[in-house]
């Protein structure tokens, strides 16, 4: 979600920290690339075609998905993401403010997996383990966003998406689903009701968690440190572990979920394979 931090749903990619008039310049810069692309349309044609895509995607999406939770007998837990985003939607709604965004994406994790390990018929090392990791990720990515946002006021990338109430419900309604589809492993091990034994694969999946997690750390903190040097504005960070890939926190978040999906695969059978 799906999310700079490589572990969000569209939104959750990028960081900018822009004021308020690179933001209208970077809005009319993208109206006179679609107004001189797009032949025949306007600009506000092609947004609102955008708009109307991206409504369609976060349906489409949420039946969907709503329907693979049926068959893993997870819908309950399905209802989780959806209900407290559309909660937290609701009140960021009237001031059209993203501050809350990534606040809210952390606590839902963190309320659906608790909903998960609570509603588990039996306690595993496995269960126990995995889901302390995915606290500790949550809690630190969230920590970090949250402190961001609070830094740099406003979020370019939902500037489009602020027109309207319809509008503004999609980054929400597709953060409800990345949540789920993230933590699938997660819900799928938990419910499982064979008390399987530790091995070699939860072994290999906590390495690759604990390496991943590394490269996210790091990485965020040398774009940060980067990041709040006056002399680095406009320019792209190369150095550190950004000097050996362009994304090393997405990366890291790559890694520690296939870490963790890696752990939790002992217990997939039948259509929960598709936890992978």
């Not at 979920?257 to 997939?268: E, P």
Request: net charge positive.
């Amino acid at each position: 979600p799906i999310i700079e931090s490589g572990r969000r749903p569209l939104l959750h990619t990028v960081s900018f920290g822009t004021t308020q008039g690179r933001v209208t310049d970077r809005r009319a810069r993208c109206s006179r690339r679609f107004s001189s692309g797009v032949e025949g349309q306007s600009a506000e044609q092609v947004v609102s075609q955008g708009v109307e895509l991206g409504v369609a995607t976060a349906a489409l999406a949420t039946l969907l998905l709503g329907g693979l939770s049926a068959a893993l007998g997870l819908d309950s837990l399905f209802v989780v993401p959806l209900v407290l985003q559309g909660l937290f939607f609701l009140f960021a709604s009237p001031w059209r403010t993203e501050k809350f965004y990534d606040a809210s994406g952390a606590l839902t994790h963190v309320a659906l997996l608790l909903a998960s390990f609570t509603a588990s018929t039996q306690t595993t090392p496995r269960q126990v383990i995995n889901c302390l990791l995915v606290l500790l990720w949550c809690t630190r990515l969230g920590s970090f966003l949250f402190s961001r946002i609070l830094r740099d006021k406003e979020d370019a990338r939902f500037a489009q998406f602020k027109e309207s109430f319809s509008t503004f419900s999609i980054p929400w309604s597709l953060q409800a689903v990345w949540v789920f589809l993230l933590q699938l492993p997660i819900l799928i091990a938990n419910a499982t009701s064979q008390p399987l034994l530790l091995g070699t694969r939860d072994v290999v999946g906590w390495m690759l968690w604990a390496a991943g997690f590394y490269f996210e750390t790091v990485a965020d903190a040398e774009k940060e440190a980067f990041r709040s040097d006056s002399a680095n504005r406009g320019r792209y960070i190369d150095s550190g572990l950004w000097r050996y890939s362009r994304h090393p926190n997405y990366f890291g978040e790559i890694l520690m979920w296939v870490g963790l999906c890696t752990s939790c695969s002992i217990t997939f059978t039948g259509w929960s394979q598709l936890g992978w």
